[in-house]
């Protein structure tokens, strides 16, 4: 059974810090891309990132290109998403989501439960 | 960046009866194309993919079709537990991955 189980969220001030973690299991994690989704309270669903399988490439949405860095640990079965220079606007639930193919261009099978980032003052 | 612009935005249909989404994009997304169910507190859950292939374990009432530019959702005779946010997505010219704004299915 694919899990994926995201942790890391919080409250934070503008400009802080945060890294997010996405723990995955049921299937092999090298083989697929992953992919971090966001969804600000009450509203839809914006694509943040991608890493290919492999780690490299990866992909980034110009809402927080030069401020996230997503990256994989595939000996650990883990993705991350380092978040600087945090603003009000990323105030959202972050979602992991594991892609059907190992280079992106296919659509998102399994998705954690998400985790919360709340950017504040 | 490819526009996705879903129709309506709230749509109201009774128990048993057929419910139509409409999805557009703003460009040929050939059938690179992805339909997601969300209820209130749970994660999207993947519905159809490549236009019209359901995703494991998804019944027989939700089918996808369309190619290009125009698509469409339907679900063929709504039960209780159909009633929620359903969204398209391309992934056809990425980056970005673009979703639609969402359609509300609600009960009428």
């Known amino acids: 059974e694919v899990q994926l189980l995201e942790s890391g969220g919080g409250l934070e001030q503008p400009g802080a810090t945060l890294r997010l973690s996405c723990a995955a299991s049921?299937?092999?994690?090298?083989?697929?891309?992953m992919t971090w989704v966001r969804q600000a309270p009450g509203k839809g669903l914006e694509w943040v990132s991608t890493i290919s399988g492999s780690g490299d490439p990866t992909y980034y949405a110009d809402s927080v290109k030069g401020r996230f860095t997503i990256s994989r640990d595939n000996s650990k079965n883990t993705l991350y998403l380092q978040m600087n220079s945090l603003r009000a606007e990323d105030t959202a639930l972050y979602y992991c989501?594991?892609?059907?193919?190992?280079?992106?261009?296919?659509?998102?099978?399994?998705w954690g439960q998400g985790t919360l980032v709340t950017v504040s003052s | 960046e490819i526009v996705m612009t879903q129709s309506p935005a709230t749509l109201s249909v009774s128990p048993g009866e057929r419910a139509t989404l409409s999805c557009r994009a703003s460009?040929?997304?050939?059938?690179?194309l992805a339909w997601y169910q969300q209820k209130p507190g749970q994660a999207p859950r993947l519905l159809i993919y490549g236009a019209s292939t359901r995703a494991t374990g998804i019944p027989a009432t939700f089918s996808g079709s369309g190619s290009g530019t125009e698509f469409t959702l339907t679900i063929s005779s709504l039960q209780s537990e159909d009633f929620a946010v359903y969204y398209c997505?391309?992934?056809?010219?990425?980056?970005?991955?673009?979703f639609g704004q969402g359609t509300k299915l609600e009960i009428k």
């Open positions: 989501a594991k892609e059907t193919g190992a280079y992106g261009y296919s659509a998102f099978d399994f």
């Open positions: 460009q040929s997304v050939t059938t690179n």
């Open positions: 997505q391309q992934y056809n010219n990425w980056p970005p991955y673009t």
């Open positions: 049921g299937f092999t994690f090298s083989n697929f891309a």
